[in-house]
């Protein structure tokens, strides 16, 4: 009933709002250009695609409203070319309509020429007929088509529930979408009401090669299996089909989402899962954490030497009133966080992607869901240079991505040996990288096409090794020639007192007298206390810093908020249930006062 009437009030608004008859744009130019949020992106080929979310936009100088809010749905995909250089107020951006429906916050995952749209909320909750999981072809020429994808298992996807807000990546061919909540406005779930906002548990997995859907347990992420407004990557390279890697966020229970910050998880300890393996692992991180926060943008990129280096950017904290405007970098497998010194300009709900050694963030707002500010980055774009971390407003084709040089420096002083693993099973995830050392400082590996292969072991310290294992010989030698002196001068002695000593009763036994020799006690501190290698140059590894936990690692229970401790690490390497509806709602909440508008 709910859902008619927003339809209809639609329709109604239509008739009587005039800006809803006008020409609205799903790319306007950039002086009528205000914000977007709600989108998504994605790279396929030489174009980068910008799908879904809302806008808003001025029209003859004033705000184009929609009803009484000023976001537009946005019916069309758009794309920009990645093959030519750009700028955010030259670019040329490509519209094709849509016939799937216009979602805000749903996911996007990418499979060859083809992204898949699943999730998300519709616009004002105007939902379409059916659920459906929806598919966009590209053309090739930054255009393409939608269609309909049918699950190989049907059964198992009808009794999915449809959800936004969670996070989700794709990983070699498999979408991963964690949690997120279910409102009027993701489906028609009888119960709800206008302001509902109830977690949804659990890991859904879809299988692009099979279209094969999964949905497993997310307990071992959380005690209750739940995240939103987080955001998560892929390790592609890791394990057999990559580590899903979700970030920040929050947790809830299984009743309702308070979107007060009170649930917002701490990125200091990290949990990663195996997709291949269907396992979960809990690393902790060195480095100063990010400060908590949920709503930013993550992108992933792999350097010359196989390291992942993840970059965070913006969000915001709901306990603290906080929009940021900062960029975090973790490197795995240093697992150790770094804060770029560049700060771009304060924003959340915006996404951001790597493109070679670019970071393009598209979209977002500066204060918190207010549609009226207009964006301080023409057309919502900015791009951050990622080897020397500086914000710019323009896109340059065909670079490669060079880690940047805090990070370089990291690697360029520690190795693995430096890492405090968790335990020996996570540890064994990445032996892969037990060759990765230090390289001599200063240099520069950025224009080597195949990966550098280091060894741990420097020229100084061989040259000391060798330098000090001289040094052995001579001292021990040195050692051999004064016992053998000192032993024949006691000899000598002896026979001497020998000679002058007077025989005496056979009753009683002879007694040496003698002078005690000034060789009797070998004194040489410095040969036997202090053996140490000569200095040279050697240089000696230090490891960094670990922060310990301030108090034992606790479970959770539902009537706590310390929802930034971690759970009991026995259970990283517990194998996951895989029923397919376990952790599902059953779709019938109660007790729940009907109140307008909906929730965004």
Same mark, same amino acid.
């Given at each position: 009933?709910?859902?008619g009437?927003?339809?209809?009030?639609?329709?109604?608004?239509? +008739?009587?709002?005039p800006?809803?008859?006008?020409?609205l744009?799903?790319?306007?130019?950039?002086?009528n250009f205000?914000?977007r949020?709600g989108?998504r992106?994605?790279?396929?080929?030489?174009?980068l695609?910008?799908?879904g979310?809302?806008?808003?936009?001025?029209?003859n100088?004033g705000?184009?409203?929609?009803?009484?809010?000023?976001?537009?749905?946005i019916n069309?995909?758009l794309?920009i070319?990645?093959?030519?250089?750009w700028n955010?107020v030259?670019?040329?951006?490509k519209?094709?309509?849509? /016939?799937?429906?216009?979602?805000?916050?749903s996911?996007h @995952?990418v499979h060859?020429?083809?992204?898949?749209? @699943?999730?998300?909320?519709a616009?004002y909750?105007?939902?379409?007929?059916?659920?459906?999981l929806?598919k966009?072809?590209?053309?090739?020429a930054?255009?393409?088509s939608w269609?309909?994808v049918n699950?190989? =298992?049907?059964?198992?996807?009808?009794?999915?529930t449809r959800?936004?807000?969670a996070?989700?990546?794709?990983?070699?061919g498999m979408?991963?979408?964690m949690?997120g909540y279910?409102s009027l406005?993701?489906?028609?779930?009888?119960g709800?009401?206008s302001l509902?906002r &109830?977690? &949804?548990?659990?890991l859904?997995?879809?299988?692009?090669n099979?279209n094969? @859907?999964? =949905?497993?347990?997310?307990?071992?992420f959380?005690?209750f299996g739940?995240?939103?407004?987080g955001?998560? /990557?892929c390790?592609e390279?890791?394990?057999?089909r990559?580590?899903?890697?979700?970030?920040?966020?929050n &947790?809830a229970?299984r009743?309702a +989402?308070?979107?007060?910050g009170?649930g917002?998880?701490?990125m200091?300890?990290?949990k990663?899962?195996?997709v291949?393996a269907?396992?979960w692992?809990?690393q902790g991180t060195?480095?100063?954490?990010?400060?908590?926060?949920?709503?930013?943008?993550?992108?992933?990129?792999?350097?010359q030497?196989k390291?992942y280096?993840?970059f965070?950017?913006?969000g915001?904290n709901g306990r603290d009133k906080?929009?940021?405007?900062d960029v975090w970098?973790?490197?795995?497998?240093?697992f150790?966080?770094?804060?770029?010194?560049?700060r771009?300009v304060?924003?959340?709900?915006h996404?951001?992607?790597t493109?070679?050694?670019?970071m393009i963030?598209?979209?977002g707002?500066k204060?918190?869901?207010?549609f009226?500010e207009?964006d301080?980055?023409?057309?919502?774009?900015?791009?951050?240079?990622?080897?020397t971390?500086?914000?710019?407003?323009r896109?340059?084709?065909?670079?490669?991505?060079d880690s940047?040089?805090v990070v370089k420096?990291?690697?360029?002083s520690?190795?693995l040996?430096d890492?405090?693993?968790r335990?020996?099973?996570v540890?064994?995830? +990445?032996s892969s990288?037990?060759?990765?050392?230090?390289?001599?400082p200063?240099?520069d590996?950025?224009?080597?096409?195949?990966?550098?292969?280091? /060894?741990?072991t420097?020229?100084?310290a061989?040259?000391g090794?060798?330098?000090?294992g001289?040094?052995?010989?001579? &001292?021990?030698?040195?050692?051999? @020639?004064?016992v053998?002196?000192h032993r024949r001068n006691?000899?000598?002695?002896?026979?001497?007192?020998?000679?002058?000593?007077?025989?005496?009763?056979?009753?009683?036994p002879a007694?040496?007298?003698s002078?005690?020799?000034p060789?009797d006690?070998l004194?040489?501190?410095?040969?036997?206390?202090?053996?140490?290698?000569l200095?040279?140059?050697?240089?000696?590894l230090?490891?960094?810093?670990v922060?310990?936990?301030s108090?034992?690692?606790?479970e959770?229970?539902s009537s706590s908020v310390g929802?930034?401790?971690?759970l009991d690490?026995?259970h990283?390497r517990?194998e996951l249930?895989?029923?397919p509806?376990?952790?599902?709602?059953d779709?019938?909440p109660?007790d729940r006062v009907d109140?307008s508008?909906?929730?965004?």
């Amino acid at each position: 009933m709910a859902v008619g009437m927003l339809s209809v009030l639609f329709v109604l608004l239509s +008739f009587l709002d005039p800006a809803l008859c006008q020409d609205l744009s799903p790319a306007p130019a950039p002086e009528n250009f205000v914000r977007r949020l709600g989108h998504r992106l994605v790279v396929i080929g030489d174009y980068l695609y910008i799908d879904g979310g809302e806008i808003s936009q001025t029209v003859n100088g004033g705000l184009a409203a929609f009803g009484d809010h000023y976001s537009n749905p946005i019916n069309d995909t758009l794309s920009i070319s990645l093959a030519e250089s750009w700028n955010n107020v030259s670019v040329s951006i490509k519209t094709t309509p849509k /016939t799937s429906p216009a979602f805000i916050r749903s996911s996007h @995952w990418v499979h060859g020429d083809s992204f898949y749209m @699943w999730g998300g909320q519709a616009s004002y909750g105007i939902l379409p007929a059916s659920k459906d999981l929806w598919k966009f072809t590209v053309d090739g020429a930054g255009g393409g088509s939608w269609d309909i994808v049918n699950p190989a =298992n049907r059964d198992v996807f009808m009794q999915l529930t449809r959800s936004t807000g969670a996070s989700w990546t794709t990983c070699n061919g498999m979408g991963l979408y964690m949690g997120g909540y279910q409102s009027l406005g993701t489906d028609n779930i009888t119960g709800l009401t206008s302001l509902s906002r &109830v977690p &949804v548990p659990g890991l859904l997995t879809f299988d692009t090669n099979t279209n094969t @859907w999964s =949905n497993r347990s997310a307990t071992n992420f959380n005690l209750f299996g739940t995240s939103l407004f987080g955001a998560a /990557t892929c390790l592609e390279g890791l394990g057999k089909r990559g580590f899903f890697l979700p970030l920040g966020g929050n &947790v809830a229970n299984r009743v309702a +989402f308070v979107d007060d910050g009170s649930g917002l998880i701490d990125m200091a300890t990290i949990k990663f899962y195996d997709v291949a393996a269907n396992s979960w692992y809990t690393q902790g991180t060195t480095g100063d954490a990010p400060p908590l926060r949920d709503r930013f943008c993550i992108s992933v990129a792999q350097s010359q030497s196989k390291t992942y280096e993840v970059f965070i950017y913006g969000g915001h904290n709901g306990r603290d009133k906080t929009i940021y405007d900062d960029v975090w970098i973790l490197s795995i497998p240093a697992f150790t966080w770094f804060k770029a010194e560049a700060r771009g300009v304060p924003r959340n709900d915006h996404e951001c992607i790597t493109v070679g050694n670019q970071m393009i963030s598209v979209g977002g707002f500066k204060s918190f869901l207010n549609f009226t500010e207009p964006d301080e980055w023409a057309q919502g774009i900015g791009v951050l240079e990622l080897s020397t971390l500086t914000w710019a407003d323009r896109y340059e084709p065909g670079t490669t991505y060079d880690s940047p040089q805090v990070v370089k420096d990291w690697y360029n002083s520690n190795n693995l040996n430096d890492v405090n693993w968790r335990s020996d099973d996570v540890k064994a995830l +990445f032996s892969s990288y037990e060759q990765l050392a230090p390289t001599t400082p200063g240099s520069d590996n950025s224009d080597s096409s195949e990966p550098q292969q280091h /060894t741990r072991t420097r020229t100084g310290a061989i040259a000391g090794a060798a330098v000090g294992g001289a040094v052995a010989v001579v &001292v021990i030698g040195l050692i051999f @020639w004064l016992v053998r002196r000192h032993r024949r001068n006691r000899q000598e002695e002896v026979a001497k007192d020998q000679e002058s000593q007077p025989e005496e009763s056979t009753d009683y036994p002879a007694t040496l007298q003698s002078t005690p020799s000034p060789h009797d006690k070998l004194d040489y501190p410095d040969m036997y206390e202090n053996r140490r290698e000569l200095g040279g140059q050697t240089t000696t590894l230090y490891a960094l810093p670990v922060s310990q936990p301030s108090g034992p690692a606790v479970e959770l229970d539902s009537s706590s908020v310390g929802f930034r401790r971690e759970l009991d690490g026995a259970h990283t390497r517990q194998e996951l249930e895989s029923s397919p509806v376990g952790t599902e709602l059953d779709g019938s909440p109660t007790d729940r006062v009907d109140v307008s508008p909906i929730r965004r």
